[in-house]
């Protein structure tokens, strides 16, 4: 069982690039997210999404957008990629949205934008 | 103010200490509570959830005051593998039941 794997693991990017991190899970959860985690700010939400075909905004979702067209698959993108968004992203899932939900990791992608 | 605040250590314990970490958090709402472990460059997992009456987990216990609001995670008899940062997380029904990380405790046990 993989779980959740993202690629690429690690990624240099120029200012102003297009890029799209990927995430995939093959466990069937319903809900999946993406962080980033920079230092001294501890984990934050950029998007979400409770089901397939459904998405929310996080708590910093400026400059990135996400779609949701299956149960498995969440990608985010940074449009027009700038050097605050140098960080390191995680995307999650979890198999509901109540309260107790364990959310299950991925091994993260490390991005540089110089 | 952060919603979930941490001392971000770090904590050098010798092998075989005790160590408690607190957590403070300022949505009165919050209904679930949980300590994630991250290790270096890896990603987070749970390590444990908090329950109202406390729970205990081998040498790891939880323990939650929602009148303080403060969470506290203890270990005991500390092994070199428990060296990682903790991370205390909130869950908060009025924020759309969305996790809130706090900034982690990073344990370093020394031999």
């Known amino acids: 069982i993989a779980g959740i794997t993202q690629a690429p693991t690690s990624q240099i990017l120029a200012a102003g690039r297009r890029m799209t991190l990927r995430c995939t899970q093959d466990m069937r959860h319903n809900a999946m997210y993406w962080y980033r985690q920079d230092l001294g700010l501890g984990l934050r939400l950029i998007h979400y999404?409770?089901?397939?075909?459904?998405?929310g905004k996080g708590e910093v979702p400026d400059g990135y957008s996400v779609s949701r067209a299956n149960t498995d698959d969440f990608p985010l993108t940074l449009a027009s990629a700038v050097p605050s968004q140098t960080s390191v992203y995680f995307c999650?899932?979890?198999?509901?949205?109540?309260?107790?939900?364990?959310?299950?990791f991925g091994p993260g992608t490390r991005l540089l934008v110089l | 103010r952060k919603e979930v605040e941490q001392d971000p250590g770090p904590f050098n314990v010798p092998e075989g200490a005790t160590v408690a970490f607190n957590c403070t958090y300022s949505?009165?709402?919050?209904?679930?509570f949980f300590w994630y472990r991250q290790d270096c460059r890896k990603e987070p997992k749970l390590l444990m959830s908090v329950y109202s009456s406390g729970n205990e987990d081998g040498r790891f216990t939880a323990q939650l005051n929602r009148a303080s609001q403060y969470i506290s995670l203890l270990i005991r008899d500390s092994k070199l593998s428990d060296s990682a940062t903790y991370l205390c997380v909130v869950n908060s029904e009025n924020a759309g039941n969305m996790l809130t990380f706090g900034g982690g405790t990073r344990l370093m046990v020394k031999p």
């Open positions: 999650a899932s979890s198999a509901g949205t109540g309260g107790r939900e364990t959310q299950y």
């Open positions: 949505n009165s709402a919050s209904q679930s």
């Open positions: 999404s409770n089901t397939a075909g459904t998405t």
